[in-house]
Nanobody, 121 residues
């Protein structure tokens, strides 16, 4: 089993920055592939960024150059540094984990409870 707990959400003005964290515990092999997703009201859950245990990273086009995904050396904390935030980045952000590489598809087996990010113009 894997447990994921996000933190770091909040409210910022357009152009501001936030860093999200996801504390991960449980079988490290199950959480070899980790990702950040977001879901805005009335919209489908959208993949934002993914990272594998060997450091391969992918980003959605909408966040490339603004967001950075990373892990600590112990691989028990996942981060999402979000810079140059825009009002359209407003959403609940979730971290996800699985032993399968689902890339940016919302098919991961393990999810956190989410953290709200609000960006005002």
């Amino acid at each position: 089993q894997v447990q994921l707990v996000e933190s770091g959400g909040g409210s910022v003005q357009s152009g501001g920055s936030l860093r999200l964290s996801c504390a991960a515990s449980g079988d490290i092999y199950i959480r070899y592939f980790m990702a950040w997703f977001r879901q805005a009201p009335g919209k489908e859950r959208e993949g934002v960024a993914t990272i594998s245990g060997d450091g391969r990273i992918n980003y959605a086009d909408s966040v490339k150059g603004r967001f950075t995904i990373s892990q600590n050396n112990a691989k028990n904390t996942l981060y999402l540094q979000m810079n140059s935030l825009k009002p359209e980045d407003k959403a609940v952000y979730y971290c996800a984990a699985d032993r399968v590489d689902w890339w940016l598809l919302p098919k991961y087996n393990y999810w956190g409870q989410g953290t709200q990010v609000t960006v005002s113009s």
